[in-house]
């Protein structure tokens, strides 16, 4: 779904997947607002924002993003959410193993169900809490290399390459030929 890109303006679906409790909600406040809120709410069902980020070649890319609820009793509502979606980032939680197997489960039914042409990008949060880390960088770098996706790090609360996952993802992008 490219809706009214052009070859300089690009707009593009990305869903957000995952256990519930990894920090979605938080990477999508951080990086359409600039905030973190500590006692944010649980999402129901999904939520959706939008950002505008441009690149160095003066291309800009709008994110319409959807922001899915993790908990078991809405993953049958997930392909209404990933269906058409250009980009679909898949976060866990370096301090919690169940949460980097969930992700794995997503990925699977991405590669399954998702568009072919879907940019994955492989995602673990809560990257602040190194002394709690259960997930290594080197478990999520090859798994993340045998599934061909793009994968980082990142902390909600400290804002630590928050802005690089989507740069990251927009330089990914096919671009429409003009
Ligand atoms: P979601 O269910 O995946 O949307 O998760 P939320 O965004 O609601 O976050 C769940 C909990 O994790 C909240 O208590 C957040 O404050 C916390 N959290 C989210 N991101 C981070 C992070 O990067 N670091 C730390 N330490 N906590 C985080
Ligand atoms: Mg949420």
Redesign the pocket.
Known sequence: ETGDSDAKNLRVKLV?L????????????RFVRGQ????????VGASFLSQTIALQDSTTVKFEIW?T??QERYAALAPLYYRGAAVAVV?Y?ITNPHSFHKAQYWVKELQKHGSPDIVLALVG?????QDKREVSVQDGTEYAEKNGMFFIE?????ADNINQLFEEIAKRLPRPSS
């Open positions: 957000l995952g256990d519930s409790g990894v920090g979605k909600s938080c990477i999508v406040l973190f809120d500590p006692t944010s709410k649980v999402t922001d609820a993790g976060v939680d949060n809560k990257a602040d809490l990142t902390s909600a609360k400290t």
